[in-house]
Nanobody, 125 residues
Framework: QVQLVESGGGSVQAGGSLTLSCAAS????????MAWFREAPGKEREGVAAISPGGGMTYYADSVKGRFTISRDNAKNAAYLQMNSLKPEDTAIYYC??????????????????WGQGTHVTVSS
């Protein structure tokens, strides 16, 4: 049974940092693209960042470029999202996703087969 489990969410003041982790089990992500999405209250789920299977290519939403860093450790079957200079508008539930189906648009939710349950991030001003 494939499971993606996110952790590391929490509450932080604006300007602070958090690191999210995504641990995969029942499934090897070594050859799979992985991504982070977020869903703010009343908004659609949006792509935050994605990383290629080997980690050599990364993609970011314009809203997080220069502040967030996606990485992965295939030996640990995990991916991470380092979030710095957090803003209140980063408040959302953050989801880990794995394995793209079409390879067309990394930020499209329809691309990904496996999803975690999400972890809450709250940024206060």
């Amino acid at each position: 049974q494939v499971q993606l489990v996110e952790s590391g969410g929490g509450s932080v003041q604006a300007g602070g940092s958090l690191t999210l982790s995504c641990a995969a089990s029942g499934y090897t992500v070594r050859s799979k693209s992985m991504a982070w999405f977020r869903e703010a209250p009343g908004k659609e789920r949006e792509g935050v960042a994605a990383i290629s299977p080997g980690g050599g290519m990364t993609y970011y939403a314009d809203s997080v470029k220069g502040r967030f860093t996606i990485s992965r450790d295939n030996a640990k079957n995990a991916a991470y999202l380092q979030m710095n200079s957090l803003k209140p508008e980063d408040t959302a539930i953050y989801y880990c996703a794995a394995e793209r189906m079409y390879g067309r648009d990394w930020s499209d939710v329809r691309e990904y087969i496996h999803w975690g349950q999400g972890t809450h991030v709250t940024v206060s001003s």
